[in-house]
């Protein structure tokens, strides 16, 4: 077989002519619908045109997927309870290489492909951070050309809406399946039995101790794969996400709906919580079925392609990828099918099991950490038990003598009543990696510093990254087509090109171009402001933007003390620049301090937006349910990115990264990959400021940290805090006590108070700088070239050699 390298990386920019493209639609839309391009409405029209991509990348996808077992190829399959990738039409098409033909050919025809896309509901199965990283990194492999799966669950409801009502949020449910997913194919044939509850008996079958299971209730696991298209590369991978349904053996069990909801209700919802953890039946529930179904599939197909008798070498042809520890099971499941199921010995199972298996840690924040309760987890689970605690025995007394007890004590899995998943995790896998440098740093020096101790060589960093395709070709083709204009067209290929356009850093034309993308982007999303909130902004304000789940360590509440001190100033006749602060935070809807904070925000913008006196210098906007697809409105118009966790907090943070690739300045404290991004930049081209990571552990191991001293000595600090309390936000009574109660408590965790004086001196800088335009755009254009730093398509090569030992797929590129 003649084999060549996949990523026949083509550059042609326009795979079909628009006359094609119109042809091809008018004829999808006369056979599925039996109408006209005129007669055709919006839906039909993205029904029509979901349908031509699919055509477009089926024939690479059956190829990649026989490419990869017919040249042996080392596979990686990503496990992640969340995947966020947003909408598909729009990336499938650039990836197809057919979006400017299809966005010229529909404006041929009197139609606008942005309206048309938006009919398409967002695959919102995530929270933030976790989820829509995992999706990056799907795109990634397609587009770097490697061999790599995601796997995962098909939430019937994705992540819920988020209204405000009266200024609270209140969770609507996400019926994103209503309208018919348009990208997934059902595979019935590959479904699996995943088994839950009852008892194990261990009987001996010719000298082999089998489990038998009694009593279990038995779930049928129906996978759904969605392809993942490269980027001109003719690869397409599958995500495949896992539903629950009645096996066909017990129909009869399950005779009325109710009793079939029991079951099918496993993946009914998505957990509403980011970096947090709540110890539910359920999620175990949920986690088990993903991983036995995917492993179970992982080990069908292995030996359908290299036979039972070479299991030896799964390793070889297989990584899996725990992220973060939701899939952590994988390691003891792996165990239990390969000594189980396939009678292998303990030994040589946990050699491979080790090999095959990677993890990724993405937080340090101890209410983040997954323990279950050994009582629910053996009820639920109790042969994955079984292997659980062999594992941790084995484990101990392979330590026993070599470290001290207490070592022993504090790294083992099962302790006090309780299954430490990171534990398992880590002693499971042979590579162990934060997602950014002082992340990494800190698993290695604090938080795991036991296993860091134990284990040097597995640890290593990976810091995140984004996906510019999407950041930048799709959410703001103007800045894309500056860059063609500038520097030519390959920074689309490889993203390393991006730091020529520093090479205009002083080329006046340049940078008014880069200003006047800015100015219509901002115009646009003032349009959405106003259709939304009906709030009037103005766009020649600076756009200050602060986009990420709302928790109490990301401190919206610092950019709320914020806003009331120019609120205050602003009274008083002190001039500031005219600024609008945005906001888009989704609140877990258990969080009730998250939920408190929303409501002050949204009565201070009530207030502010609707004072006379300050004229209009002041607008803040909290945009409802922030999504991918609201993100991708935002995200290019913002002048300013709010990145100002309490430093040690934030592991990495990826709004950060999107937001420089679109030109906005960061206001940074030295936490997560802010820190790279300083260094990717210069310290002239970021607004750094606040306590870096040895004066945030110098209050946390002294007890030294004492707001109050604070508050009665700084009155501009006292001033701002007291507005909570003071009657000045009207509605808001006891949830602006609650902030103001939260900021004042002795040793409060995320130190909001200790940053706010080098807030306002950083916010201070910013105003003076964007009184300077010129200086302004040329910060901006340095943000934009280095972004190239924070391309995800280079963390997963990074991945693939340093982690899962990939090489790329190989096929016959004449066929591709
Ligand atoms: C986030 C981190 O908070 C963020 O800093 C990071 O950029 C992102 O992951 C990607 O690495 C996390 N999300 C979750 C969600 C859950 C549990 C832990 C984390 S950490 C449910």
New binding site residues.
């Given amino acids: 077989m003649k084999s060549t390298k996949v990523s026949v990386s083509n550059k042609n920019l326009r795979e079909i002519s628009p006359e094609e493209f119109k042809e091809r639609l008018a004829s999808k839309l006369d056979r599925h619908f039996e109408e006209s391009v005129e007669e055709a409405s919006k839906e039909d029209i993205f029904a029509a045109l979901a349908s031509m991509v699919r055509d477009g990348y089926s024939g690479k996808w059956r190829r990649t997927r026989i490419a990869e077992s017919a040249n042996g190829h080392k596979q990686a399959y990503y496990f992640s309870?969340?995947f966020l990738p947003g909408t598909l039409l729009k990336s499938n098409l650039l990836n197809l290489g057919w979006l400017d033909t299809a966005k010229e050919a529909l404006a041929d025809l009197g139609l606008d492909l942005d309206e048309i896309a938006a009919v398409e509901p967002d695959m919102a199965l995530g929270?933030?951070?976790?989820?829509?990283?995992a999706a990056a990194f799907m795109d990634s492999l397609a587009s770097t050309g490697y061999a790599g799966n995601g796997n995962g669950l098909r939430y019937k409801y994705g992540l819920f809406k988020q209204k405000f009502v009266n200024g609270y949020q209140k969770e609507l449910p996400n019926d994103w399946l209503k309208q018919g997913d348009y990208w997934e194919v059902r595979r019935e044939s590959k479904s699996v039995l995943v088994k839950f509850g009852g008892r194990v008996n261990m009987v001996d079958d010719h000298g082999w101790m089998t489990p038998q299971y009694e009593g279990c209730t038995v779930v049928r696991a129906v996978p759904y794969d969605v392809a993942m298209v490269g980027y001109h590369n003719g690869v397409a991978n599958t995500l495949r996400l896992w539903d629950a349904e009645i096996a066909p053996e017990d129909e009869l069990k399950y005779p009325s709906i109710a009793d079939r909801r029991k079951i099918e209700d496993l993946t009914s919802i998505l957990?509403p919580?980011?970096?947090?953890?709540d110890g539910r039946l359920l999620r175990l529930k949920q986690e088990y079925f993903f991983v036995s179904a995917g492993l179970q599939s992982i080990v069908n197909n292995f030996i359908k392609d290299y036979g039972e008798e070479n299991l030896a070498d799964f390793p070889k042809y297989v990584a899996v990828h725990i992220n973060?520890?939701?899939p952590a099971m994988c390691v003891a499941e792996l165990m239990r099918l390969l000594v189980d199921g396939h009678r292998m010995d303990w030994d040589e199972a946990w050699e491979i099991t080790k090999e095959t298996m990677s993890y990724?840690n993405?937080?340090i924040?101890a209410e983040?950490m997954?323990k279950w309760d050994v009582g629910m987890f053996s009820q639920l689970l109790p042969r994955l038990f079984d292997i659980v605690k062999e594992i941790d025995r084995r484990y101990a007394a392979g330590l026993e003598g070599k470290v001290s007890g207490d070592v022993i004590e504090r790294t083992r899995i099962v302790k006090n009543g309780q299954i430490h998943m990171a534990h398992l995790a880590i002693i499971g896998s042979h590579s162990v990696n934060g997602?950014?440098a002082l992340?990494t740093q800190l698993l290695e020096t604090e938080v795991l510093s036991d296993f860091y101790q134990l284990y040097p060589d597995r640890f290593n960093n990976k810091t995140?990254g984004i996906t510019l395709r999407r950041w930048i070709q799709i959410a703001n083709p103007d800045l894309a087509k500056l860059l063609d204009k500038t520097i030519g067209n390959d920074w689309r290929f490889d993203s390393k090109e991006m730091l020529k356009f520093e090479k205009f850093y002083h080329d006046t034309a340049t940078l008014t171009s880069l200003q006047q993308i800015k100015l219509a982007n901002k115009q646009k999303l003032a349009k959405v402001i106003k259709d939304k909130t009906g709030v009037v902004v103005d766009p020649e304000a600076i756009f200050d933007v602060q986009v990420k789940?709302l928790?109490a360590y990301k401190r919206q509440t610092l950019k709320l003390l914020h806003v009331l001190k120019l609120y205050q100033d602003l009274k008083a006749g002190i001039d500031h620049p005219k600024r609008v602060v945005i906001f888009g935070a989704i609140a877990a809807p258990s969080y009730v301090f998250a939920k408190q904070v929303i409501k002050v925000i949204n009565a201070v913008a009530d207030l502010v937006n609707n004072d006379p006196d300050i004229k209009g210098k002041l607008k803040v906007v909290f945009l409802e349910n922030y999504n991918v697809s609201l993100a991708e409105q935002i995200i290019p118009a913002a002048d300013l990115s709010e990145q100002i966790?309490t430093t040690t907090k934030?592991?990495?943070?990826?709004s950060n990264m999107k937001l420089m690739a679109n030109g906005a300045l960061t206001v940074a404290t030295m936490d997560?990959?802010n820190i790279e991004i300083k260094d990717a930049v210069g310290s002239d081209n970021i607004f750094a400021f606040g306590l870096d990571k040895d004066e945030v552990y110098t209050y946390y191991a002294n007890h030294s940290y004492h707001p109050r001293d604070l508050y009665e000595s700084d009155p501009v600090l006292k001033k701002a805090v007291d507005a909570l309390i003071d009657g000045t936000i009207p509605n808001c009574a006891s949830e602006g006590r609650a902030l103001y109660d939260a900021f004042l408590k002795d040793n409060e965790e995320f130190l909001v108070l200790a940053d706010f004086e080098a807030y306002l001196k950083a916010q201070k800088l910013v105003e003076k700088v964007w009184q300077n335009p010129r200086q302004w755009a040329q910060m901006s254009l340095v943000n934009i070239a280095h972004s190239e730093r924070f391309d995800a398509d280079k963390t997963i090569e990074r991945y693939a050699s340093e982690i899962w030992n990939l090489d790329k797929v190989e096929f016959d590129a004449e066929k591709a």
């Fill in positions: 309870i969340e929270n933030g951070g976790l989820g829509r990283l957990y919580d980011d970096s947090n953890y973060d520890t939701h990724t993405h937080t924040m983040a997954e997602v950014a992340h995140n789940r928790h966790s934030e592991a990495s943070g990826t997560g990959a």
